[in-house]
């Protein structure tokens, strides 16, 4: 799967943690390949607290480069309820600023309280994560300092208010990402998603932008290197 990314011109890749386990998983790929990095993180939706000693003795290895995924997820009802999904994440976004670490924000119905807790922690930095929200929304998290990054939600030809958001987005603070085996771009439907088909996503990004695919690429690594800096 990594080889085929590396052939369709994919060259870094990091694949984000939802527990402990998963994050292990991930860090081992990443040893494995010198394309693919890792996040340490904790998804919103987990029934149990996150382990913060066990996730900060993770982020020691050289691999990681952001803590995440961690967000609010509203729309789940599996679910833990708002109030501990949000002092969690207060935590974890602790965790970050003292590791020196982006984050990579899961957000589905809980823009205000992610905000929210963006302000409460000076120092943080991170990336929106599969944003599928309109431009007042964009406007918020881009004055807050984070980057906007856009998944295959974008292909589909229905979201309008998200192609004006990919148009509109200032040109560092663009990231590109597949969300894989998930967030399929329009063609790929009902097939897993692959870090390959990022071209998907990349080409009509490109194309809204009125920029060349590689004049995008330039700009989208330049992008990833500086938010996630352990990459470079
Ligand atoms: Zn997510």
């Known amino acids: 799967m990594v080889g085929a990314a590396v052939d369709a011109g994919v060259t870094r890749m990091i694949t984000m943690g939802v527990d402990l386990e998963h994050t292990e998983r991930g860090l081992a790929l990443a040893h494995k390949h010198p394309e693919v990095f890792a996040g340490v993180g904790h998804y919103p939706t987990e029934t149990s607290p996150p382990d913060l000693e066990a996730m900060r003795m993770l982020a020691r290895d050289e691999r990681v480069v952001a803590v995440g995924e961690v967000g609010l ?9 708002r109030d501990v999904q949000i002092e969690r994440l207060d935590s974890l976004f602790t965790l970050a600023v003292e590791l020196g670490l982006p984050v990579s924000i899961h957000n589905r119905e809980a823009a205000a309280e992610v905000a929210a807790a963006i302000v409460a922690h000076p120092g943080l930095r991170g990336a929106m994560h599969y944003f599928a929200l309109e431009w007042n929304w964009a406007e918020r998290f881009l004055d807050l300092g984070f980057y906007l990054s856009f998944a295959g939600l974008v292909t589909r030809p229905s979201r309008n208010a998200l192609r004006e958001v990919v148009k509109r987005c200032p040109a ?12 399929q771009a329009h063609k790929r439907m009902g097939v897993p998603n ?3 088909y990022l071209l998907d996503t990349a080409t009509l990004v490109a194309e809204l932008r009125g920029t060349s695919l590689d004049e995008l690429a330039k700009v989208e690594h330049a992008n990833a290197f500086a938010l996630f800096q352990k990459m470079s």
């Open 73 to 81: 997820d509203f729309q789940d009802s599996a679910g833990p309820p």
């Open 172 to 183: 560092d603070r663009l990231l590109l990402e597949t969300d894989s085996p998930y967030g």
């Open 194 to 196: 692959r870090p390959a």
